[in-house]
């Protein structure tokens, strides 16, 4: 795997992966940023979200679960000197589809957090991780 970043202007910077996708990150106004683009950590946080959330999926659709939704949301909590590390993450799980189980989407969550999900394992040996969901309606 391989990423390339360029600096543009200020704390711009254009990010570009290995399968050819860019990005743009920046920084706030107070750390000579103009704003235009995600925070380095926050693109952390997101590829954790992203990483759980394409496990999670697979497993339900593995087993036959017809999802029709399927969000993610994290709450971190971050270090107060640096290295400003990520101390506690919370990632809330928002799923729906025809027959899903409670114990389906424990599993999947579970599986995830503890067996699959190299962001997840990568940064709990930094931060306390935990994990819950919700089934709701269909939309």
Known sequence: MKARIKWVDGVTMLAESGSGHALVMDGPPEHGGRNLGVRPMEMLLIGLGGCTEFD?????????HRVSLCEVELNAERAETDPKVFTRI???????????TEKA????????????CSASIML????????????????
């Open 56 to 64: 999670v999926l697979h497993i339900l659709r593995r087993g036959r």
């Open 90 to 100: 919370h990632v809330h799980f928002r799923v729906a589809g025809k027959g899903l």
């Open 105 to 116: 989407v424990e599993r999947a969550v579970q599986l995830s957090a503890e067996k699959y």
């Open 124 to 139: 709990g040996a930094v931060a306390e991780i935990t994990h819950d969901f919700e089934i709701v309606e269909q939309p």
